[in-house]
């Protein structure tokens, strides 16, 4: 899709943290531009818990940057499925749901027809962090992120045994980069591969630590 082009530097502070792909978003990110809405405030709006505002500013983030508005169901939590999550966020930027309908179901309809959908594969290092009284929402989030250990984009595309392996290296690589450098005295305690289909997570893997060299 060739409807934006790399236009972040341009826009203020409220709007240059989304890469917007779809009309729809491209609409609420002007409105939060105008309404000088920060992330957190958004989700506060919309009934997120406090100690949910992180993982509820990534899912913002992702939904006004995927060109599927997050229908897909790829990011998902306990507090919306993706269709109510949309639907919260459009009240909240005070922008009507109607004029979207047409679109919308659009898109549901083609991901539900959609055939033999590639799973998701998600890797993250489970970490004990020892966060400081003076630990607010951004430095925990940036310490949170590096328990990240990022795969392949076509690790859905290969066969199981080269997709283990792929997940065998990036966890030695993620664990030789952060094991002890870790902020908040983090420490890995192990590694866990998720696979999630459409809503649902189908499968997990619980990996233990590599063996030091």
Known sequence: M???????????????RYNPRHPLAQQA???????????????KVMGYPIKHTIPA???????LSSDKLGLDGSYIDACFTASEFLKALLVTLEMQYEPFHDDITQIEYDLAHYPNPLPKYTLRADVDFEFTAGANWMSRGVAASKANAYLPE?????????????????IDEHYKRYNGQLPYNGVITGYRLITKQHNEIIDRVKYELPKCE
């Open 2 to 16: 060739s409807i934006i082009t790399n236009q972040n530097t341009n826009r203020s502070k409220y709007a240059r």
């Open 29 to 43: 990110v002007s409105q939060i531009d105008k309404l000088e809405l920060r992330p957190q405030d958004i989700v």
């Open 57 to 63: 500013c990534d899912r913002l983030r992702y939904v």
């Open 154 to 170: 076509d690790i859905a595309k290969m066969n199981e045994s080269k997709r283990e392996s792929i997940v065998q290296k990036c």
